[in-house]
């Protein structure tokens, strides 16, 4: 492995503005889904836009709740969570789970998943999950899950989270 340059070894040191980091990265569209689980019977969630698949064989899904949640403690406790991938029109559900000190469930429709997380109803997607492995990543946390269970209903497009906003695809796109 060669040694990195000079150049490199001052950009390594230069420090990065986080409006500027905020600003670059919110050009990279995600999806957003809510994250649940049941803690002692008593569901629990939160809103994130970081979830992705990790790895085929096994199946394994990644999350990043920041440090700060509150929701988070109570998530790892269970053991378990689902992703609920939502889809085009569920703003204001991404918002109530992005929000602390308030019951996220009231009115909301789920089913225990087989892990016992809430599946939410009307989604895009949910993939039902056994925390494998949680790994520290600055402010955040990266959670890997381990799926048992997942479906999704073809029919949906899904909720876009770009430039720091909900959006949804444009016409012709699916």
Known sequence: MSEPSDNADRLDQAPIDPQLFRAVLGNYASGVVVVTASDDGVPVGLT?????????????VLFCPQRTSTSWPRIEKARHFA??????????????FA?????KFEGVG???????????EDVLAHVDCTIEAVHEGGDHL????????????????PLVYFRSAFRVLGPGLS
Do not use: C, Y
């Open 142 to 157: 990266i959670v890997v899950g381990r799926v048992l269970h997942l479906a999704a209903e073809k029919d949906l497009k």
């Open 48 to 60: 994130a836009q970081s979830f992705m698949s990790l790895s085929m064989d096994p199946p394994l």
């Open 99 to 103: 929000r602390s000190g308030i019951d």
């Open 110 to 120: 789920w089913t225990p998943g087989p892990s016992g997380a809430p599946l939410l």
């Open 83 to 96: 992703a609920n991938i939502l889809a085009e029109g569920q703003d204001a559900l991404g918002l109530r």
